[in-house]
């Protein structure tokens, strides 16, 4: 006789993991929020004097007070905790609270972090295997420690405007905060990078990421045609890409679609499909370099073919052998069969009732989404873990500590 057994649930990737974050806005929480979103315990370090993460003011649209969508976008899964890192008492208790962690994060500016004591050379004596991570619009060194800063700010600076929009339009940013969202993601990815380390070794250090460092990395291979070769890259019509023919916006007959044929063997498969056999090897569009060379007439030759139909009908036709997409605004996004199918949209428990917010894109195992924290709501928890007791909590709380 046989019997069937089932195993249980994998536990969550990074289970078992503590940081401590002192966190605010965008860039930091998103970074956070993937890790919470894998397992890791986040704890929100917030300043109750200060509102908390300013995140929770920023609006137009609200849950509550000090409740905004926004906020709920980052900091779903995590904890807070408030705690006023200027007074001693308050250094005390982030001592006690980092012997458990194993990381100490904060997106502040540049000058900040040896002020409030969150450097390694600050920690490290706590606990020798903490990492002190570091997110800065700057960095912690060089002229511009004490500059605060943000995504747009990088974003013109880096080049990107220069990059984006109509070539005789103005100068036009990304729609999304991309640079806050990269190096959010940058900083998760050091965290991990340090505590792989420390865990090797038993020594933590000292791990930086800035916006402008990130923005600037981000040039990539744009940069790399420059240093070099002193190629200046600038916009292109349709938000071409600025090697590669067929690699931008086309003419439907309802709107645009994008195709990026960006191997060669998607071009042949694209002139078939659209009935344009002679075209794959027509010499003035046989080959990428002479694509590129006849960007124009080759795009006013595909916009006439494609303006004979929809994008849907062309989407059917093309059926993922040709790489190419709708062009949506956010509700199409969202509302979008496959979003659905691929679980991008995931249901939170809240207060008022649930809430719709994006799934973590990273598939690692479930983890139970949990709505945002209201400010402060698991402080006393946290402390009585680490040790304190009710007359010492009780003792910060008239201190206004916490």
């Excluded at 570091?134 to 600076?157: I, V």
């Excluded at 498969?269 to 344009?276: A, D, M, Q, T």
């Excluded at 945002?372 to 006393?380: C, E, K």
């Amino acid at each position: 006789m046989t019997t069937s057994s089932t195993n249980p649930p994998a536990a969550p990737v990074l289970q078992g993991l503590r940081i401590l974050s002192v966190e605010q806005y965008g860039a930091g929480p998103f970074g956070t929020q993937y890790l919470a979103d894998l397992g890791a315990e986040v704890i929100k370090i917030e300043n109750r004097k200060d509102g908390g993460d300013v995140g929770r003011m920023v609006g137009p649209h609200f849950f509550g007070p000090g409740d905004s969508h926004f906020y709920q976008s980052f900091s779903r899964n995590k904890k807070s905790l408030t705690l006023d890192l200027k007074h001693p008492e308050g250094q005390a208790v982030l001592h006690q609270l980092a012997r458990d962690a194993d990381v100490v994060f904060n997106n502040l500016r540049g000058d900040l972090p040896p002020k409030l004591g969150l450097t390694y050379e600050q920690l490290g004596r706590i606990k020798p295997a903490l990492v002190c991570a570091h997110l800065s619009a700057y960095g912690r060194k060089g002229s511009r420690t004490n500059w605060p800063g943000y995504d747009y700010l990088m974003q013109a600076e880096a080049g990107y405007l220069s990059l984006t929009g109509e070539p005789d339009g103005p100068p036009s940013r990304a729609g999304l905060s991309i640079v806050d969202y990269m190096t959010g993601t940058t900083a998760a990815l050091a965290m991990l990078a340090g505590v792989l380390s420390a865990r090797k070794t038993g020594k933590g250090r000292d791990v930086d990421v800035s916006l402008y460092s990130v923005a600037m990395y981000n040039l990539a291979y744009l940069a790399t045609w420059y240093l070099n070769k002193g190629v200046v890259t600038g916009r292109q019509a349709r938000s071409g890409h600025p090697s590669l023919v067929p690699s931008e916006l086309y003419r439907t007959q309802d709107g645009w679609m994008f195709v990026m044929c960006n191997k060669e063997k998607f071009w042949a498969v694209l002139c078939e499909k659209i009935n344009r056999p002679q075209w794959i090897s027509d010499e003035r569009f046989g080959s990428f370099a002479a694509r590129l060379k006849n960007r124009l007439e080759l795009n006013a030759a595909l916009d006439e073919v494609l303006q004979q139909q929809t994008t849907a009908h062309w989407l059917k036709v093309f059926a993922g052998q040709v790489p190419a997409s709708a062009v949506n605004d956010v509700a199409q996004a969202l509302d979008n069969e496959f979003a659905q199918e691929m679980g991008m949209v995931v249901n939170v428990d809240h207060p008022q009732g649930p809430i719709r917010t994006m799934a973590c894109p990273i598939t690692a195992g479930p983890v139970a989404a949990v709505a945002a924290p209201s400010l402060g709501q698991h402080t006393a928890q946290v402390l009585q873990e680490a040790g304190f007791t009710d007359q010492q909590i009780e003792k910060l709380r008239e201190l206004a500590v916490i």
